[in-house]
């Protein structure tokens, strides 16, 4: 199919609520374009179709690195139907928000990166004076490691009354999940109603999932009114406040509550990251390259302490006084136990500010060891009792509960599994105590202590590359 003599059309790249996307050969030019092909409902009405024109004039104005550029803007005579209005835009190559997301949240540092690349993009429509009122996954593009390109820009706005007398709902073109309030309520849009939906976006970004969900798109549409958000911390506790609190500013539901502009957005949030020594990236309009903290900003980084609760850190805080209960009561009777309970319990609560994951190790050991002691001296004096089946249960219990936390962390639920592991580990040591062989023991929790170190400080090293572009570069671009 060739649009107006000139535009071949090769190959459909996606569908979206307002029509078909098409790789295309700009035959005139010799260039790849990609042809936004608008569905035939909306072009029945002659009015949006030359509002759509003016749009896309506007949005022709556009000159920014993180704005897909609009080449040109047409309408397709049909023999029996309306004409279809299509517009040729810059083929952008990558892929967007909504395919990223597909494997997942992102590091911190790339989410908030990407956000303030569109922010850039949002900056400088805004002062162009065109709001783009459709932000969402599906129209941001990544094109490297911290750029990308926004699509759409001025679609939304020629067909929000179309769309409205076809879905019959206040402007619900495509998904509601990043509606602004006034736009649900129909009243007066301006260019906060885009920090609102990139609040949104960021939060689905952190977290894999938009601020509102819901059966229908009135129930997502009356949290948007009325509900507030969940913060974002309690899906993702490595989220930092800072960041948290530029999402529930640009969440505000009256747009006074939100951020004045895009550039203050940006910089908030560009200001999160620094305070939480991740790397930012430069804003895309011309200007010095992004820089990247050097080794030792890695090396502090990656031993750096925090202190934000979280299910991991409390099950290894619970692990460290357990330690040091057992170490005071006497629960082992072996002259060492006392001693190796305390240096566990300590340790584990000095290493708990760095990593929940290694002081879960170091600390549960000995609790696990008293348990199996216990639990074995009961079976041998009572015989298989009801203390040792209590004692049975609770283990089980305990694995369970760890299992639960480690299947709901979204990332470090290794700690909680360490601990299931300890639990775990308690059977085997009447095997070994039967043998004579119980260092093997002590072994066993000094190599778990040691590939604890090693594999959060791997993985500490590795995210560290990672937030350093490698996380963009891992995914495939189309
Ligand atoms: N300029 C472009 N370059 C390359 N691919 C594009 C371009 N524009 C869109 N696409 C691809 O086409 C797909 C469909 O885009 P489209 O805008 O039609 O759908 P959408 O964003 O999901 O919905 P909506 O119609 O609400 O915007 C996108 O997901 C993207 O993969
Ligand atoms: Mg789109």
Known sequence: MVLGGRYELVEKLGQGGMGTVHRGVDRRLRRTVAVKLLSSALAHDPQSRARFQREAHAAAALNHPAVATIHDVGEEPHPDDDPRPYLVMEYVQGATLAEVLRGGPLPVADAVNAACAVLDALRHSHECGIVHRDIKPSNIMLTGPDTVKVLDFGIAKAFAETATRITGSGAAIGTPAYLSPEQINGAEIDHRADLYAMGCLLHELLTGQPPFRGESPFAVMHQHLFAAPEPVSRLRPQVPPA??????????????????????????????????????????TPGPPATR???????????????????????????????????RGRLVDTAHFGWLAIAAGVLGLVTLPWSARLSCAVSWGPVAEAVAVNSELRRAYIGWYHSYVAIAALLAMAAACCLVSAARSQERGAGSLIAFWFSATASIWYFLDDLHKLYVFYLLLSLVVVATVSWETVERVRHRAGTGGQHWKGRPPR
Request: hydrophobic share 45%; proline share 5%.
């Open 293 to 327: 903290p050097g080794g030792r900003t890695a090396l502090r980084h990656t031993f750096r302490i925090s202190l934000r609760p979280s299910t991991d850190s409390a099950l290894a805080l619970l692990g460290c006084l357990l330690s040091l209960l057992c170490a």
């Open 243 to 284: 960041v948290e609190a530029v999402i529930l500013r640009a969440l505000g539901k009256d747009p006074k509550e939100r951020f004045a502009d895009a550039g203050q957005m940006r910089e908030a949030l560009a200001d999160a990251l620094t305070q939480t020594s991740m790397p930012t990236v430069q804003a895309t």
